[in-house]
T-cell receptor, first 112, second 114 residues
Framework: KQEVTQIPAALSVPEGENLVLNCSFT??????LQWFRQDPGKGLTSLLL?????REQTSGRLNASLDKSSGRSTLYIAASQPGDSATYLCAVEVNYGQNFVFGPGTRLSVLP | DTGVSQNPRHKITKRGQNVTFRCDPISEHNRLYWYRQTLGQGPEFLTYFQNEAQLEKSRLLSDRFSAERPKGSFSTLEIQRTEQGDSAMYLC????????????FGPGTRLTVT
C-alpha cells in the first residue's frame, strides 16, 4: 500500500527566505507526482505536475524535483512572500490516470 | 473554461438524513474523482469515473455512499443515513489524458452532521 509523508508538518519563515518542502513515498512504482496548494477552507490549487519520466519542473519561483528510486520529491520556493502562506500537499499517482494518494501536507507561514 | 464547480458549498444536516452533492467538471475532462478530507489531513480517494463508467471505489466508500455520473458530464455523490463521522470536506477533481491527467480541484462541499 502506497504511503506518502511530508516533512516538516509546519514551517514558519521570515519573508524573503528560500525554503524546501519534502515529500516521501514508500512505493517507487508511481506515474505522476503533483504538488498542490490549499488555503484554509478552500479546495486545492495545482502547482506543478512531474511526470514519471521527468526529474523536475519549474514554474516561477517554484521548482519541484522527483527521485523515484529513492521515493522522494522536494518543492523549492524561492524568495518566499506572505502570500505563499498555505498548506502544501504532494500527491502520487498510483495508477496512470487513476487515483492519487496524498500526503498530510506542510503548513507554511511566511511572516512579513 | 470556468474550472470545476461544486454545490452546495456548505451543508448542515442532522444525523440520519440523506444528502446529495453535485460536481461539474471542466467540460473537456473525461475523468472525474471524488475525495474526502478531514481537518489536518490530506484528501482521501473515494471513487473515480471515466466518462459515465465508475471504474474504482475505495474501501472508504461504504454502502451508504453512492456516486453517479450520468451521460459523462456532472456527477453526484449521495450519502444516506448520515453519521457524525461523515462530517468532512468533500472534494471533486477532474482530469484528461491531454493534460497528462493533471488533476484540477473544485472548491469542495463542507458537510457538517449534527
Amino acid at each position: 500500500k502506497q504511503e506518502v509523508t511530508q516533512i516538516p508538518a509546519a514551517l514558519s519563515v521570515p519573508e524573503g527566505e528560500n525554503l524546501v518542502l519534502n515529500c516521501s513515498f514508500t512505493d517507487s512504482a508511481i506515474y505522476n507526482l503533483q504538488w498542490f496548494r490549499q488555503d484554509p477552507g478552500k479546495g486545492l490549487t495545482s502547482l506543478l505536475l512531474i511526470q514519471s519520466s521527468q526529474r523536475e519542473q519549474t514554474s516561477g519561483r517554484l521548482n519541484a524535483s522527483l527521485d523515484k528510486s529513492s521515493g522522494r520529491s522536494t518543492l523549492y520556493i524561492a524568495a518566499s512572500q506572505p502570500g505563499d502562506s498555505a498548506t502544501y500537499l504532494c500527491a502520487v499517482e498510483v495508477n496512470y490516470g487513476q487515483n492519487f494518494v496524498f500526503g498530510p501536507g506542510t503548513r507554511l507561514s511566511v511572516l512579513p | 473554461d470556468t474550472g470545476v464547480s461544486q454545490n452546495p458549498r456548505h451543508k448542515i444536516t442532522k444525523r440520519g438524513q440523506n444528502v446529495t452533492f453535485r460536481c461539474d467538471p471542466i467540460s473537456e475532462h473525461n475523468r472525474l474523482y471524488w475525495y474526502r478530507q478531514t481537518l489536518g489531513q490530506g484528501p482521501e480517494f473515494l471513487t473515480y469515473f471515466q466518462n459515465e463508467a465508475q471504474l474504482e471505489k475505495s474501501r472508504l466508500l461504504s454502502d451508504r455512499f453512492s456516486a453517479e455520473r450520468p451521460k459523462g458530464s456532472f456527477s453526484t455523490l449521495e450519502i444516506q443515513r448520515t453519521e457524525q463521522g461523515d462530517s468532512a470536506m468533500y472534494l471533486c477533481a477532474s482530469s484528461s489524458v491531454g493534460a497528462s491527467y493533471e488533476q484540477y480541484f473544485g472548491p469542495g462541499t463542507r458537510l457538517t452532521v449534527t
